[in-house]
C-alpha cells in the first residue's frame, strides 16, 4: 500500500467515522429525522474537504500497480467516502446531471475500469473483504446498530456461501453419489444458520437507527455522469449459484437474466467466474428428476428427500427477507416518509413499490411457490415430492 493510500485508510477508520456519527447524532435527535440540508454543515464541509485532499494525492499519483487487493480495497474507501457526501445531501443525483466531485469521480472511475467494477463501494468492501485493524472493521459511524448490522448481515452472506460451495461440489460427483447426502446436509445445515442470522436481525436491530441511521449510506449516487445504485446484500454469486443450482431459478428467465446482469459488476471477479459457471450448469432437480425412474432406489430416496431439505432451508431464508426484513426495516418506516422523498428510499434506485414486487417475485421463485403469472420449480417440486415413497 503506497504512503497515499495508507493515509486515506487510516482516515477512513478514524476521522471519516467521528464524523459521520457527531452528524447522525444530530439528525437523531431531531424531531425530523429525515432533516439533513442545513444541519451540520461545518462538520460536513471539513469531511468533504478533508477527504478531498487524499483523493486528490491518489489521483496526482496515478496508478500505483500494487495489484488487484489493493486497488479494490482503495475503491472501497473512495466508495464510503462518496457514499457519505450523498447521505449528508453534499449530492444527489436527481439535481445534478454529473457528480460536484470530480477528483473522486475521476479516481474512482480509474480504479473501477483497472479492476473491472463498479466504480463505488460494493457489498464486499464492508462484509466479506472488511479487513479489521486491531479488532475494528471499517464503517460509516461508531454505532452499535450500524456495527451489528454489518457484522449479521456478513454472517448471512458467509452462509449462503458454505451452502453454495457444499452444492458446488456435487457437480463432479453426481446427484446418485453417496457422499452427495453429506453434502446436502451441509448446505442445509449453512442455509440454518443464515435462518439464525435473519433471526437476529429481526429481533435485535433498532427499526429507526437502521432506517434513519444505517441505510441512508447505501444510495445511489452518480460517478461522473453515471448513477451507480448502492450496494445489496446479494451482491456477491453465492445465493444465486444456490438458487441455479438448485433448479429453483433459470439464467435463461428473462427476469432473472436481468437481475444476474444487473448485479455482475458489483462482484469481485472470481465471484463473476463462477457465476457464470454455474449458469452453464444443468441443476440438480434436473438431474434427479431424469432419473425418477430409480425413485423406488434407497439412493434416490435418500437424497431428493435431502435435496428437498435443502430447497426448504433456501425458500425459508428468502420469506425472511422479504416478509420480516423488508417488511419490517424499509416497508413499514416508509410510511412515515413525506411523498417527495419515497422515491429515494431504496439503495437499488427504483421506487418502493417497484421493488417490493420484485423482492416478492424473486421470493417465490425460490419458494417455488404455485403461481400463474410467473414461472416457479412448483411443479418440479411436486412431482420429486410424488416419487418419495
Known amino acids: 500500500m503506497s504512503k497515499n493510500a495508507e493515509h486515506f485508510d487510516h482516515w477512513i477508520r478514524t476521522r471519516f467515522i467521528d464524523f459521520n456519527t457527531d452528524l447522525e447524532t444530530l439528525y437523531f435527535a431531531q424531531d425530523d429525522k429525515d432533516l439533513i440540508e442545513g444541519v451540520g454543515d461545518n462538520t460536513k464541509a471539513t469531511l468533504e474537504e478533508e477527504g ?28 464510503l467516502y462518496m457514499a457519505a457526501l450523498r447521505r449528508h445531501e453534499l449530492t444527489n443525483p436527481d439535481r445534478e446531471e454529473r457528480s460536484p466531485f470530480q ?24 462484509a466479506t473483504h472488511n479487513r479489521a ?5 471499517k464503517s460509516f459511524t461508531s454505532l452499535e446498530q450500524e456495527h451489528f448490522f454489518v457484522n449479521a448481515n456478513t454472517a448471512g452472506i458467509i452462509g449462503y456461501m458454505r451452502a453454495s460451495d457444499a452444492l458446488k461440489r456435487i457437480v463432479p460427483l453426481g446427484v446418485s453419489h453417496p457422499i452427495t447426502p453429506l453434502l446436502l446436509k451441509q448446505a442445509g445445515d449453512a442455509l440454518n444458520d443464515v435462518a439464525t442470522s435473519n433471526r437476529k436481525l429481526n429481533d435485535k436491530l433498532d427499526v429507526d437507527r437502521f432506517f434513519y441511521s444505517v441505510r441512508p449510506y447505501y444510495k445511489p449516487y452518480r460517478v461522473g455522469r453515471h448513477i451507480y445504485r448502492g450496494a445489496n446484500a446479494g451482491d456477491f454469486s453465492g445465493i444465486n449459484e444456490i438458487d441455479m443450482l438448485l433448479g429453483l431459478c433459470n439464467a435463461n428467465d428473462p427476469y432473472y437474466a436481468q437481475l444476474l446482469l444487473d448485479k455482475m459488476l458489483f462482484m469481485r471477479p472470481e465471484d463473476q467466474t463462477s457465476l457464470r459457471d454455474c ?8 438431474q434427479l428428476l431424469d432419473q425418477i425412474d430409480r425413485a423406488n432406489t434407497p439412493w434416490f430416496q435418500e437424497n431428493a428427500t435431502a435435496f428437498l431439505a435443502v ?16 417488511a ?31 423482492l416478492e417475485h424473486l421470493r417465490d421463485l425460490r419458494l ?22
Open 279 to 286: 449458469m452453464r450448469r444443468r441443476s440438480l432437480l434436473d
Open 368 to 389: 417455488a411457490a404455485p403461481r400463474d403469472d410467473i414461472a416457479t420449480a412448483h411443479n418440479k417440486i411436486q412431482r420429486l415430492r410424488n416419487a418419495l415413497t
Open 311 to 326: 430447497c426448504a432451508a433456501h425458500g425459508a431464508t428468502a420469506s425472511q427477507h422479504h416478509d420480516q426484513l423488508v
Open 133 to 137: 485493524v486491531d479488532g475494528k472493521i
Open 52 to 79: 478531498r485532499r487524499f483523493i486528490v494525492a491518489l489521483l496526482d499519483e496515478g496508478n500505483t500497480d500494487e495489484g488487484f487487493d489493493r486497488a479494490f480495497d482503495l475503491l472501497g474507501n473512495l466508495g
Open 328 to 358: 419490517r426495516f424499509i416497508e413499514a418506516p416508509s410510511k412515515a416518509v413525506g411523498d417527495d422523498k419515497l422515491d429515494q428510499i431504496t439503495a437499488s434506485g427504483p421506487p418502493l413499490p417497484v421493488l417490493l414486487r420484485a
Open 103 to 126: 477528483a473522486a469521480s475521476a479516481l474512482g472511475l480509474h480504479i473501477g475500469a483497472s479492476v473491472g467494477l463498479v466504480p463505488r463501494f460494493a457489498t464486499s468492501h464492508l
